[in-house]
C-alpha cells in the first residue's frame, strides 16, 4: 500500500489491486474474514494523534451495518477492497468531527460518542482483465466509537463516494 498526494496536496491511500471482483454479489463473508487480520492493531491518526483500536465487532459491523446492506454496484466493490488498506486510511485521516450516541443499542460501546474521520483512497481502473496506469478516487468516513473508558474504536466505513475530479495516473511520480 502507498500512500501519495494528489496535486492539491491531499494525501490518498493506494488499493494496490482489486482482490474483490464482483461489483453485484460481494462476498461480504470473505471480507469480514479478510478484515480479521486487523484485530488488536492500533492504530495513530496522524493529524489528530488520536489512538484508534481495532476490535473484535469491527469486521462484523464493516460487513453488516445498515449502510454496507444498502451499498451496490460499484460503492459496494470500493467498500470492499478499501478493507485492504484500512490502517493507512486511519492514518491519514483527517477532519475530526464529534457526535453525540444517538441509540441505546451503542450506549456501553459508544458511551462517549461517535467522532468521524475523512479519509480517502484510490483504486485501479481496468480494461478487461488489464490493469491499467490509471486509479479512481474515492473518499469516505471512518466511524469511531468512544468508549466509556476512553478508548477509540474503529467501527465502520461509510459515505463513500467517488470523487468526480481527474483520476489518480502516475502516482509514482507523486509519492508522499
Not at 500512500?3 to 460481494?26: A, L, Y
Not at 489512538?51 to 460503492?75: A, C, H, M, W
Not at 486511519?90 to 462517549?112: C, P, V, Y
Request: charged share 30%; hydrophobic share 35%; proline share 3%.
Amino acid at each position: 500500500m502507498k500512500i501519495v498526494m494528489d496535486e492539491n496536496g491531499h494525501k490518498i491511500v493506494v488499493i494496490p489491486d482489486i482482490i474483490f471482483k464482483n461489483r453485484q454479489n460481494i462476498d461480504w463473508s470473505e471480507v469480514e474474514d479478510y478484515l480479521k487480520r486487523y484485530l488488536g492493531e492500533i492504530i495513530t491518526i496522524v493529524e489528530t494523534q488520536d489512538v484508534v483500536y481495532i476490535g473484535n465487532k469491527f469486521p462484523d459491523e464493516y460487513k453488516g451495518s445498515q449502510y454496507t446492506k444498502r451499498l451496490k454496484g460499484s460503492s459496494a466493490k470500493a467498500k470492499a477492497n478499501a478493507a485492504q488498506v484500512i490502517p493507512e486510511m486511519l492514518e491519514i485521516a483527517t477532519d475530526k468531527t464529534f457526535h453525540n450516541n444517538r441509540k441505546d443499542k451503542h450506549s456501553s460501546d459508544a458511551g462517549q460518542g461517535w467522532y468521524y474521520y475523512r479519509t480517502r483512497f484510490a483504486m485501479p481502473i481496468y480494461e478487461g482483465e488489464r490493469k491499467t496506469d490509471t486509479y479512481n478516487i474515492y473518499s469516505a468516513c471512518l466511524l469511531v466509537n468512544c468508549a466509556l473508558n476512553g478508548n477509540l474504536y474503529l467501527y465502520d466505513l461509510v459515505d463513500i463516494k467517488k470523487e468526480a475530479s481527474t483520476p489518480l495516473k502516475n502516482y509514482e511520480i507523486a509519492k508522499w
